[in-house]
């Protein structure tokens, strides 16, 4: 099973940051001493791509991005994470097609945000195997997002920063299998596609007949790209929340 | 006048960082468009040195930590800050006397820890001028400091890590005009000195004759350097705690 | 097909640079406005792994050699790079094993030295495939090297810096089919073996009976590696010696 | 005495390059083993200013070149480097000026350029003390550089990449005192000026009565910055040359 983690985005609401975005320390964790240390804030997304079976996890980095190397190769999972390059910043959809090099044929692939923190752990694996799915979880401010409009448990529209959007619930992570991953592809290649957003591509793809899956097992969402997630994410994840969490 | 900024020093309480620590952000600041962004620890010191009038500042870096360096070139004063370089971890007095290269004969010193918040902010402002002065800053646990003795504002020693010190005051920061500096700086070159802290160099100079003022004008004193501490500046610096201050 | 590219050592007999050894300058090329620029020595190794058919080429870089990733973002062929981590110096098969993660069940797997120019440009596509196949290289000092032992094109024994090697013919890249790769990781991680080298590995594989065939195709041969054969290099690959010899 | 290295430069003319091309390998030195190993083409313009008596060597670098630090740490003479950082592309003069924060007022200053080499190695001894005084080498192209027009040793015009210049001597290399480079500074700084080239600032520095030295003891020059002047340089400083050289 494959992670992709989309890493190559600049940091702009939080300029300047001596150090990639996905670094911010929130929270904290122990190493194998049992000595408290900052937790950098893509090692929650990381922990819950583990948690799910992947057993490899690939960075797709900017070029200027390329602290997170280090930083992971002393992580206690060092030897699952790969890395890709985005030189140009393309957009999310072109990040994530990169990864299509580390990809097999007949895997899981698991996508989320490296600037974020979401509960519960097992979201991942709560998802169903084999087909498109993602993780919902309800939000404040859903123009802020991606909002994930659904009948039943079946996605009928995603509406990406739309000002009144008819749900508050958004995705904050999905998974799919590699066919329908390389399906999503092809659309994309498609002239006049190229699509900036995974919200417009999967529109399109499920106007073509596709389907999709959208879970409201999400509990807590927060978006550390932010000032304002970043502190919250910060306060949710004191070491007493933490463990009540746990 | 010229603030040290000593930022050689391995993060060893809080690794790993993918960052140098002097980078770690703590509350936030505005930019020039009315932006809140997180604030590298080390900017309050910076701020602190400024406010007392430094036009220069020189941080002294281990070579693995030019990440410093593209932080402050976009920093408001980006033009007062220099650089030199220590090689290897030879502590903290060596760091210092590294930047006699910037130094000059008839100005002030300030001298600071990177990894350190404290108020008042005008603290600097308040040492006298002409003398080697000691800020100091009541802490519980002032075993874990240099702790400072003094009878009236007059120091008489200063006890580095002791286990029962005799004050619960401790030194956050200090000045002195350059003469000083370079006495100190003898000493210091001396058979058998290269004194690895401050405390015990200038309980050398005490005995030789040297005076030092102590100053208890300290209010509030944060060591970022310790998760606990990060987790205290974090609480501390809140925007309502800050406009508080102010 | 896939490339692997070991570039996590140390450049032990070449420090101190300012930079990977991989990237030190050899020759020139002409980018699409004709203008000429230095050449990274490494990227002799990646053309001749596009020449051969490589769709994607893995680096294997140590956490420090990041300034790898940058340069070859702006590569003609940025897309096909992808990079795997090897956190600690444990050797050239366990760096080459790292790219199993990137690594198809059904293609070939292109092997060359970072550090090293060779000619032809086309040696990768002289080697037979769907098989264990080493390109050989006559030198003048075997016993710096891997000398490849064989009769008539099949490799007897590999000697790893021999005193008084048998051959003077030594391997400079090899390509060997996915399942073939696979099986001679599988024999590594068996219990006393994690050879650090690929010769003693591959003689392994022979006394089980395993079957590797070597062409002794290769003309001229590089190692960057050292002051003595980065000059060479220099020499050989002044504009007027490239152009003769393409 | 304080030498300064503008390095804040980019490289247009040899990108793409993995590091800084002060950094550029152009000949060998021998380490304290006697093992040969590259040099950087600006230890070449190091070693000259500390051979002249440079006892601080200040190098004005951009945000990105940051891998010029870690290499001078291991540097015979690491102690002598500090740094100060030019944040934008503002030209030769304004990285110059940058460096008034290293000086002091009773020394004098040499300057040279990073990304040349140039003999005899004592050029900078050879110049008088105490007055403004260019090294000047004769030059095929002197288009391409500050072409220095005398009258005798008095300098009357430096001519900016000027298309028919009036000499082929271009300096290569100059030294003054400190109160001289503050008067440049001055003038500089007036409205209208902030010349951007040192050239046109010492033309308007000799109409207001300023004098300047040519001193024609310049031997060869290599200006490195291009791929023909690296490739002409490393010819000249092939261990033989050295030898005989020296």
């Not at 994470?81 to 899981?108: I, K, N, S, W």
């Not at 039943?152 to 958004?170: C, D, F, L, M, Y």
């Not at 409201?216 to 994840?237: H, K, N, P, S």
Request: proline fraction near 7%; include cysteine.
């Amino acid at each position: 099973m494959l992670g992709i983690v989309p890493a190559a985005g600049a940091a702009s609401r939080l300029q300047p940051l001596a150090f990639s975005k996905e670094m911010l320390p929130v929270g904290s964790t122990f190493d194998e001493r049992g000595i408290e240390r900052p937790k950098a804030v893509s090692e929650f997304l990381a922990e819950r791509m583990i948690a799910a079976g992947a057993d490899r996890i690939c960075f797709v980095i900017s070029p200027e991005k390329t602290d997170i190397i280090p930083y992971y190769a002393r992580h206690p999972a060092a030897e699952r994470f790969c890395y890709v390059v985005q030189d140009q910043p393309r957009g999310l959809c072109d990040a994530l097609f990169r990864a299509l090099h580390v990809m097999r044929d007949d895997e899981d692939v698991l996508i989320g945000l490296p600037d974020t923190v979401w509960f519960p752990v097992s979201g991942f694996s709560l998802l169903p195997e084999d087909e498109l799915a993602f993780l919902l979880f309800p939000v404040d401010e859903p123009w802020r997002f991606d909002a994930v409009v659904t009948t039943g448990e079946r996605v009928t529209e995603i509406q990406v920063k739309a000002s009144r959007p008819k749900s508050n619930w958004v995705w904050g992570a999905f998974r799919m299998p590699a066919w329908t991953f390389k399906r999503l592809h092809a659309l994309w290649l498609e002239p006049h596609r190229g699509d900036e957003y995974v919200g417009t591509l999967v529109n399109a793809y499920l106007r073509r007949g596709g389907q999709a899956t959208g879970l409201t097992a999400g509990e807590r969402y927060f978006d550390v790209g932010t000032v304002e997630g970043y502190r919250a994410a910060i306060d949710a994840l004191r070491p007493v929340a933490v463990a009540h969490e746990r």
